[in-house]
């Protein structure tokens, strides 16, 4: 009978031992949110307000000093680029936070933590043609309220340079900061607390909320931007992941930017 040698048992023994580590490993489970998380997220977006308010006063102080006057000379509640300036810094304090408390509070990864599961090619394709039909669906929609004919988001585009500036603000920043926000950490609470059903419409309704100052007075707008939010709970909530809803969002604004773009001749003619 053959024996096996000592270097045969400890080769048996390391390949034994290795074995495991080539088993399928489980998925990361998303962060068990509690109640405490969004607590401190409401104490702390106020603080973030402010820091960002400052930080862009601040800048635009020192653009002033380097520039001529005359170049900024609008207030800086109509300032394009002002406004647009405070929006990152602030989002980017709202993201940070949330960062910190999935990857340093919950331990989590950070994406995987906040029910992001990575889409097949296909699904990815079929959600920017969702996400582009809702777009042409929306600019075709009646309206059935009165509204002021220009609102605070149209009187933005203040010059060709303004709408390149809001159109990559609304393609590479406004739908991953929203969806991590709304989708992700908000909707997670509100489904682990409440339900499903109730973090798709109050996730629907606070994204609704959020853009009522953007179409102040364009009273449609509200409702076709609060379904369009509905929409993207709905993807979020129905696939369990944060991926669709970011997919969409990306391709709605996209579609809408180069739909603008090429009505106003780049942005030449958007009055």
Same mark, same amino acid.
């Given at each position: 009978?053959?024996?096996?040698?000592?270097?045969?048992?400890?080769?048996?023994?390391?390949?034994?031992?290795?074995?495991?580590?080539?088993?399928?490993?489980?998925?990361?489970?998303?962060?068990?949110?509690? @109640? %405490?998380?969004?607590? !401190? &997220? #409401? +104490?702390?977006?106020? /603080?973030?307000?402010?820091?960002?308010? =400052?930080?862009? $006063?601040?800048?635009?102080?020192?653009?002033?000093?380097?520039?001529?006057?005359?170049?900024?000379?609008?207030? @800086? %509640?109509?300032?394009? !680029? &002002? #406004? +647009?300036?405070?929006? /990152?810094?602030?989002?980017?304090?709202? =993201?940070?936070? $949330?960062?910190?408390?999935?990857?340093?509070?919950?331990?989590?990864?950070?994406?995987?933590?906040?029910?992001?599961?990575?889409?097949?090619?296909?699904?990815? +394709?079929?959600?920017?043609?969702?996400?582009?039909?809702?777009?042409?669906?929306?600019?075709?929609?009646?309206?059935?309220?009165?509204?002021?004919?220009?609102?605070?988001?149209?009187?933005?585009?203040?010059?060709?340079?303004?709408?390149?500036?809001?159109?990559?603000?609304?393609?590479?920043?406004?739908?991953?900061?929203?969806?991590?926000?709304?989708?992700?950490?908000?909707?997670?609470?509100?489904?682990?607390?409440?339900?499903?059903?109730?973090?798709?419409?109050?996730?629907?309704?606070?994204?609704?909320?959020?853009?009522?100052?953007?179409?102040?007075?364009?009273?449609?707008?509200?409702?076709?931007?609060?379904?369009?939010?509905?929409?993207?709970?709905?993807?979020?909530?129905?696939?369990?992941?944060?991926?669709?809803?970011?997919?969409?969002?990306?391709?709605?604004?996209?579609?809408?930017?180069?739909?603008?773009?090429?009505?106003?001749?780049?942005?030449?003619?958007?009055?």
């Amino acid at each position: 009978m053959p024996v096996d040698t000592p270097e045969e048992q400890i080769s048996q023994d390391s390949v034994a031992t290795s074995a495991p580590s080539l088993a399928p490993q489980p998925e990361p489970q998303p962060v068990p949110w509690s @109640l %405490q998380d969004l607590a !401190f &997220f #409401l +104490l702390f977006a106020p /603080l973030a307000l402010l820091i960002a308010n =400052l930080a862009a $006063v601040a800048g635009y102080a020192v653009l002033r000093s380097l520039l001529a006057r005359g170049n900024l000379s609008n207030p @800086l %509640q109509h300032d394009t !680029f &002002f #406004l +647009l300036a405070f929006q /990152l810094i602030f989002q980017g304090l709202l =993201l940070g936070f $949330v960062y910190a408390l999935v990857v340093i509070r919950h331990r989590r990864p950070f994406w995987s933590g906040l029910n992001w599961r990575k889409p097949s090619l296909g699904q990815t +394709l079929w959600l920017t043609v969702g996400g582009i039909v809702l777009a042409f669906a929306i600019q075709w929609v009646p309206n059935i309220l009165p509204e002021t004919r220009t609102f605070p988001l149209q009187q933005m585009f203040t010059s060709p340079a303004a709408g390149y500036a809001i159109g990559a603000y609304s393609i590479l920043m406004a739908p991953w900061a929203e969806e991590v926000i709304f989708r992700g950490f908000l909707f997670g609470i509100f489904e682990r607390r409440a339900g499903l059903w109730f973090a798709i419409v109050l996730t629907a309704l606070l994204f609704g909320g959020l853009h009522v100052p953007e179409y102040w007075g364009a009273w449609n707008h509200v409702i076709l931007i609060s379904l369009v939010g509905l929409t993207f709970s709905l993807a979020r909530g129905l696939s369990g992941s944060l991926a669709p809803s970011v997919i969409l969002h990306l391709a709605y604004n996209t579609s809408l930017i180069a739909g603008l773009f090429f009505q106003t001749q780049g942005f030449q003619n958007i009055k």
